[in-house]
């Protein structure tokens, strides 16, 4: 009996789960050459998201301090394989595969598994051994999240977030975007309060980055940015100076030294940019080489804001020349039933987002494909 109530519970879960993740998808909003799924559900906080060879996607997770791989073997467009891949981590959201290892970061350690693919065509009795790339990177949860990420010459790239809203800190890991070289790291920009997403451009091979602006200062200042790496190396004003030209009010009058580089896009105040990625894919051309950014929403403004995707157009500068809502509908009259994290361009070119409030990742596709 007691087996048959266990049962029972777990349909009903199951079936509630599917549920919540139709009357999500009811609420979105996103143009009408363009439809949206969920590809997998039932998750714990997705984060960043990974592709392998053999087409696992490698989920980063917020909270759960485990990284799952999921794949759709039926090519119907929703996942239908699951395996735990590691365990036991402490804010594991940043995840990268390269050269057949998956990179996978906790608050200040880096890890990686050689062969991965090769490792889950076995039979998973045990899940695999990791080697630590680095455990030089600060462990403050403040700010603590790692989003991960390899170059096309296999180079390492990782962000430490300030330990605090605003402040000044001796130890020069706080607030910059780390490459890693042979056991040290390289600053590749500094005064970046928390940058929790970057990606590189497909032809200039440029680092762009978003930056979360500090609190406190008001519903509408400062605001988010969206940032670019014309030198690397390059101060973009934190604690100093915010967005464009917002002065700190307790840092503001200090002689930092540096030049300060403005950002190339505001995004809003509190929107809270946590994942973006270049469009590199095939499927839709009206996207080359524009950016998707998630915003994953305010949490201290008295009317929210943010909880959508956006696509940013470049000029032939590089610098943005429009910005528009790709997918919202998250928020509805101030309450919140998804909050999207990180995008992921597949090899097939649709779009992947993680949403780590509603556990999902969605897949984005033509609706020409129906």
Known sequence: MKKIHLSILSISLFFLS????????????????????????????????????????????????????????????ESDERLLVVKGLTMATGVSFFNGDLFFSEINKIWKIKNIDEFLRKSMAE????????????????????WIMH?????????????????????KQYASILRLNDGSWDYIARGARNSVG???????????????GRDWLGDDSPSCELNKV??????FGFPYKHANN????????????FQFIDPIGLLGA???PTGMAFYDGDLFPEFKNDIFITLHGSWNRSAKVGYKVIRVSLDEK???????????????????????????????GSILISDDKANVIYRVTSNSLS
């Open 270 to 272: 509190h929107v809270a």
């Open 151 to 171: 170059d096309e010459n296999g180079a390492l790239y990782t962000n430490v977030g300030a330990p605090c809203n605003a402040c000044l800190s001796d130890n």
């Open 198 to 212: 970057f990606d590189f451009h497909p032809i200039s091979k440029k680092l762009y980055f978003g930056d979360n």
């Open 318 to 348: 590089g610098d943005v020349a429009s910005i528009k809502d790709f997918i919202s509908g998250w928020l509805l009259n101030e309450r919140v039933s998804g909050r999207p994290a990180a995008p992921f361009i597949m090899s097939d």
């Open 230 to 235: 014309d030198q690397e190396g390059s101060f």
């Open 18 to 77: 599917v549920s919540l993740s139709a009357s999500i998808l009811d609420n979105l909003k996103i143009d009408s050459a363009y439809k949206i799924e969920i590809f997998a559900s039932d998750l714990d906080s997705p984060r960043q998201l990974a592709e392998s060879a053999d087409g696992w996607i490698f989920i980063g997770s917020r909270s759960g301090g485990k990284i799952f791989a999921v794949r759709d073997t039926d090519g119907n467009g």
């Open 127 to 146: 899940l695999p051994d990791k080697i630590l790339v680095t455990e030089d990177l600060p462990s403050d949860k403040w700010h603590g999240w790692k």
């Open 246 to 257: 917002v002065s700190d009010p307790e840092f503001g009058n200090l002689d930092s030294g």
